[in-house]
Every structure is written in structure tokens, then in C-alpha cells.
């Protein structure tokens, strides 16, 4: 669906001129493949990619466009809007391109965690309804790449929007919004968490009325900062009369039973089967590095959590471990209130392994309130350190509550390392044994 207003009309006749697209990642890949399946030339802008056509962006090369697609990367205040603007160029968002060529449904999902595995369960599930649906947008698919190829008005698009997508959006008008929940995180990028719940609050304003549904803790941020949102209806919990579907699953309780409120009070809108929904949540598996118990060595349980990227998600699974905790933790900030976070979590673990930009800090923050804490230069020798640390009944866990982009190539890749090395481990103790 898509905005109805007459900019949209003005949008489309830009594309009579090459278009502008600003950075060659998956959005930027996606959208070039979407205007050549429409038949209109790019051309695309990328300063670090050697094999972007256009290079850097440049005043010269604005004259040249009417319009810019530019990808999640690009922040406000990016200089390049600053050269577009001046020629006279309209900037839209990768999603914004996509809904303008998308015929079918969208569900938007967005959130401060879980929002990836909300999208993953809902597209599951409308599949298992018989009902065709694509899981596209932040979750790593590019809605642009999907849209160039699907062209039916049958298949719903679940879009993952991150506050990055949210912030700017002018053409994406969702069918739908579930919005999982608010916490702390990307100031880096937004500066407060007012910017930031306004960021989000901008895809409600999206929404039609009445067609978005929030979590407790999004609608009590916004009653409490003077941001409430009209026109949205709070998920307190999950309908005593489906509350069973989820029994035995992943989704039975902790963080992720919100995602299955959420899933449930849609699901009950569109009146859907309850038993497709059932079925789905019993063959649905969430995805890799949530939580995920890597093995247990001589009576320490390795647990990756490496997806946790932000404080709220790194709390939320220091909860859920009952043993003494061993924490690897660190990485590259996102601004924030970092003292606050580390007395909030001290009382919960015995004693910590810092990597990354953030480490240096967090050791003294940890010290100071009598927590053990030192710092490693790799994954490699920070599993070692929890291995000569750990006791029997402990749990180390890799919950870092940053990103991982100062050290690897994203929280997967961080992930994986970890899962190597606790392997490297578990061989060493078995040879050791025999």
C-alpha cells in the first residue's frame, strides 16, 4: 500500500530521468535491480565501493538527477542531501521505492528487539494459513529485490523497519504495524530517546488508524514523554482463549511471549484459523544467535546471544539465566547511558570478559562496584579466560549489548566465532579426557 497524496504522482515522473542510488549494500543492490525490471536507469553512488558506476556523489553529478534512492545508512545529516537538494532532487528511501511498485499487502513490524523474529513468525505463519507472504526490509532482504520479482496483489510483504527506514518514510503507508516494544538504543544515531520513539512513531503515522498494535512498554513510553500515539490499540497479553496455542514452544513465555501476543491479536483481526497459528508455532524456529545454548563443558553451559545488540535485549537474557553468569559483553557503542546499564546488570553476574570499543570502559564501570572484569583482544582469548574462570554450574554467555561492527562483520559473523571457538574448546577438554 501507499501513501495517497499527490507527491507520490511526482515521485513516479522523476523517474523519466536516471535516478540516484547512494550506497551498493543489499538496499542499494535492490534497488537498482527494481528500476531496471521497471525499465529506468540508475546509477549508483558509493564512496567506498570501487564498483559503484558513480563513485562518489558529488554537486556534478546531482545536476544529473531528478531523483535518489538512498539506503538506511545514509543519517540526515549526510552531506550528500545537503548536494541534492541544492539540484533540485527529491530523496526517498529503498522501502519507499519498494511501496511504490509493491500491489499487495504490508505488514510493517518494527520494535527495539524481537522485531526480526516477529516478522520470521508471522510469515510462517500466513504460509501455514495458505496465505503467500514474503518476510522482507531490515530482516536483510531488501523489500526492493522482492518487489522486483513479485508482482501479484496476493502476496503480503512483512516488513521489518528499523527506526533508520522509519524516520523518513513518505511513501510506505502499511496495511498493518505491530510495534513489539521500546528500550534504549541507536542514540548514536538519533541523540535522545525522544528522537528515537519519534523515528518509530513516524510509521504509525503511516498506518491507518486503528490498524496498529503496540506492546505495554511502547504505548507507556509515549503517555509518560508526551508522544502518545492515536488511533493504536496496547497488547497487554495474549487472549485467555488461544493462551494455549503457544504451550511447549519458544513462545510460552519470557521475551518472546510478546511477540506471540502481538501475533495473536493480528491474527484474530484478520480472522484467520487459530489452528494454522497453532501449527506454525510448533514447527516455527527462531533463528540463530538468540539465546542459543552452544554446549556445556565439564558443567559450564556456553550460551551465544550474540544478536543482543542493545542494552534492553542483553538484560532480558541475563534474566532468563538462572546460573551464575560469566559475562562476555562489549563492542561498539550506540551511546546511551552506559553507567546506568552496568549497575542495572552487576547484581546479576559474578564476573565479566570485555571486548571491543566499549571494553575499556565497562572493566572500570564493573571494577568500581566490585564485579571481576578485564579485557580480552579477541573471541578466542575471551573464551579461554571464561574457561579458566568457570566453575561447575556456571554459565558463560556471550550477550554483548553492543554492536559487533568495531570488530566483525555483523552479530552473525560474531556469532559464528563464538561457536568456533567454544567447538576448539570442547575438542581440547575431550582429548584432555580421554
Known sequence: MIAANGWVEEIRGRLKRPVAIWGRGFSGRGAEILLAARGVESIVYDATDPLAEGGAFGPGDASRHALVVFSPGFGPDHPWFTMADEAGCECVSEIDLAALFWRGPIVAVTGTNGKTTL??????????????????????????????????ADTTAV???????????????????????????????????????????????????????????????????????????????????????????????????????????????????????????????????????????????????????????????????????????????????????????????RSAVLLGETGPELVDLLSERGVPARMAMNLEEAVLSCRGRAQQGDAVVLSPAFSSLDQFGGYADRGKKFFGEVRKLNIATCELQK
Open 119 to 152: 516478522t520470521e513468525l508471522l510469515t510462517f505463519a500466513l504460509g501455514a494459513a495458505d496465505r503467500p507472504a514474503l518476510a522482507v526490509g531490515n530482516i536483510g532482504v531488501s523489500f526492493s529485490r522482492i518487489a522486483a520479482c513479485v508482482t501479484d
Open 159 to 349: 516488513c521489518e523497519v528499523s527506526s533508520f527506514q522509519a524516520e523518513t518514510l513518505r511513501v510506505l503507508a502499511p496495511d498493518w504495524t505491530l510495534w513489539t516494544n521500546f528500550a534504549e538504543d541507536h542514540l548514536e544515531r538519533h541523540g535522545d530517546l525522544e528522537s528515537y520513539y519519534q523515528a518509530k512513531r513516524n510509521l504509525v503515522a503511516q498506518t491507518p488508524r486503528g490498524h496498529t498494535l503496540v506492546g505495554r512498554g511502547v504505548a507507556e513510553f509515549g503517555l509518560t514523554h508526551g508522544l502518545a500515539l492515536d488511533g493504536v490499540e496496547r497488547v497487554e497479553g495474549v487472549p485467555v482463549d488461544v493462551g494455549h496455542l503457544a504451550d511447549g514452544t519458544s513462545f510460552a513465555t519470557g521475551p518472546q511471549h510478546q511477540n506471540f501476543a502481538l501475533v495473536s491479536a493480528w491474527w484474530r483481526r484478520q480472522d484467520l484459523p487459530s489452528e494454522a497459528l497453532h501449527r506454525a508455532l510448533g514447527d516455527f524456529r527462531i533463528g540463530r544467535h538468540r539465546l542459543e545454548r552452544v554446549a556445556t563443558i565439564d558443567g559450564v553451559a556456553y550460551w551465544d546471544d550474540s544478536k543482543a545488540t542493545n542494552f534492553h535485549a542483553c538484560e532480558a537474557a541475563l534474566a532468563t539465566i538462572k546460573a551464575p553468569v560469566i559475562w562476555i559483553g562489549g563492542g561498539k557503542s550506540k551511546g546511551g547511558d552506559l553507567e546506568g546499564f552496568v549497575s542495572r546488570i552487576s547484581g546479576r553476574i
